[in-house]
T-cell receptor
Framework: LAKTTQPISMDSYEGQEVNITCSHN???????ITWYQQFPSQGPRFIIQ???TKVTNEVASLFIPADRKSSTLSLPRVSLSDTAVYYC????????????FGKGTTLSVSS | GAVVSQHPSRVICKSGTSVKIECRSL??????MFWYRQFPKKSLMLMAT?????????EQGVEKDKFLINHASLTLSTLTVTSAHPEDSSFYIC???????????FGPGTRLTVL
């Protein structure tokens, strides 16, 4: 499994765009990049997944450069409710494979 | 998306007693479920992989005789913390993969406090 490196914490204000970058220099050819969000005392929640270029859904965008050695989760116009821990995971999605979590990025949004 | 539930959501027990935590996939079948433990302000740590109809696979350092896992059906896995001690107090989270979504869904977690 590819090791990931993320900033430990980030601060933002409501209405701003937040970009969280994850480094994964040893990503393998078959690996996907997945981001999860976790609120205190809750289980993680899937946000977005991608393999290359850009992926966008109703809550976030994921930017992946051509070399795939990093990725950036972009949260547009954050609100107080986006305060959470964000985890970047890299690996192959297989039925019997567990997800291994790194330390994550604690995002704090203030008014 | 698919839903995974856990019961109870929180439990307080005395030292030396055993506690059972249930993990259910509500609208899909899961041949494999995973159990994680999370200490305050720390990341999730994989404890074991629960396989329906067979023995669980434990991560290094996790005592299989202390953390008993049973995966008797395609929708239910249980984790029993035997002879619990205060150091077992933690947040326990299960997950299951829904192959139709190619996603892994997590339960809401169970807060265990051992007095």
């Amino acid at each position: 499994l590819a090791k990931t490196t993320q900033p430990i914490s980030m601060d933002s204000y409501e209405g701003q765009e937040v970009n969280i970058t994850c480094s994964h220099n040893n990503i393998a050819t078959n690996d996907y990049i997945t981001w999860y969000q976790q609120f205190p005392s809750q289980g993680p929640r899937f946000i977005i997944q991608g393999y290359k270029t850009k992926v966008t859904n109703e809550v976030a965008s994921l930017f992946i450069p051509a070399d795939r050695k990093s990725s950036t989760l972009s949260l547009p116009r954050v609100s107080l409710s986006d305060t959470a821990v964000y985890y970047c995971l890299v690996g192959v999605e297989k039925a019997g494979t567990a997800l291994i979590f790194g330390k994550g990025t604690t995002l704090s949004v203030s008014s | 998306g698919a839903v995974v539930s856990q019961h109870p959501s929180r439990v307080i027990c005395k030292s030396g007693t055993s506690v059972k935590i249930e993990c259910r996939s509500l609208d899909f079948q899961a041949t494999t479920m995973f159990w994680y433990r999370q200490f305050p302000k720390k990341s999730l740590m994989l404890m074991a992989t629960s396989n329906e109809g067979s023995k669980a696979t434990y991560e290094q350092g996790v005592e299989k005789d202390k953390f008993l896992i049973n995966h008797a059906s395609l929708t239910l896995s249980t984790l029993t913390v035997t002879s619990a001690h205060p150091e077992d107090s933690s947040f326990y989270i299960c997950s299951a993969r829904d192959t139709s979504y190619n996603e892994q869904f997590f339960g809401p977690g169970t807060r265990l406090t051992v007095l």
